[in-house]
């Protein structure tokens, strides 16, 4: 079984409406990440959550929101889709308690391709 | 503006060559370095990391290399299999912090 799940895994939706990734993780770690690729920028940070309380921004937030209803829980939600947030999402985690900056090392879901029209 | 920078999007390389990809950085704050591997449909994977206090790390087929005055690193792979066709992405981190800065990704293709 796969350590860092993503539903869905493919979804095409239309200008704005509400869509909601989720990810979910058995890796018991504690900090969680949102990422967006795009051809040509590599893997941009949207959110993290550095535990259930901690919310905090990455450089790419305008236009989405995040949940962290549990440690091994993370949504990310776009309230209202427009075209050029297509992409490729990916979720993340890591354990702070790791040493020699394991905790830099981070665990990657399989993605979920969005396209809205 | 991006921190780090991976200026080939691409390479192609015949199987048991070696292949070289490189990587650049700008904040001199970064001192932990990674690089990832990502195949089609599947999410990024941890190839193989380097702290700054070190100027080499070697694990089997990889080795990377990292030059802190030049603020450069690079990977080396050898000798290249069929399967190290990928995309490798750079990512770097300064201490104390648990984000990553990727870069663009290069596009590695190991011919036959």
């Known amino acids: 079984d796969a350590d860092v799940t993503q539903t869905p895994r493919n979804r095409i939706t239309k200008t704005g409406k509400r869509i909601m990734l989720e990810c979910s993780q058995t890796k018991g770690h504690d900090r969680m990440y949102w990422y967006r690729q795009d051809p040509g920028l590599g893997l941009r940070l949207i959110y993290y959550?550095?535990?259930?309380?901690?919310?905090n921004k990455g450089e790419i937030s305008d236009g989405y929101s995040v949940s962290r209803q549990a440690q091994a829980k993370f949504s990310l939600s776009l309230e209202s889709a427009i075209p050029n947030q297509t992409a490729l999402y990916f979720c993340?985690?890591?354990?702070?308690?790791?040493?020699?900056?394991?905790?830099?090392?981070?665990?990657f879901g399989p993605g979920t391709r969005l396209t809205v029209l | 503006d991006q921190q780090v920078k991976q200026n080939s999007p691409s390479l192609s390389v015949q199987e048991g060559r070696i292949s070289i990809l490189n990587c650049d950085y700008t904040n001199s704050m970064f001192d932990y370095f990674l690089w990832y591997k990502k195949y089609p449909a599947e999410g990024p994977t941890f190839l193989i990391s380097i702290s700054s206090i070190k100027d080499k790390n070697e694990d089997g087929r990889f080795t990377v290399f990292l030059n802190k005055s030049a603020k450069h690193l690079s990977l080396h792979i050898m000798p290249s299999q069929p399967g190290d066709s990928a995309v490798y992405f750079c990512a770097a981190s300064a201490s104390n912090d648990y984000k990553l800065s990727f870069g663009a990704g290069t596009t590695v293709t190991v011919r036959a």
């Open positions: 959550s550095f535990d259930v309380k901690d919310i």
């Open positions: 993340a985690t890591s354990d702070s308690a790791s040493g020699s900056r394991g905790y830099n090392e981070q665990f």
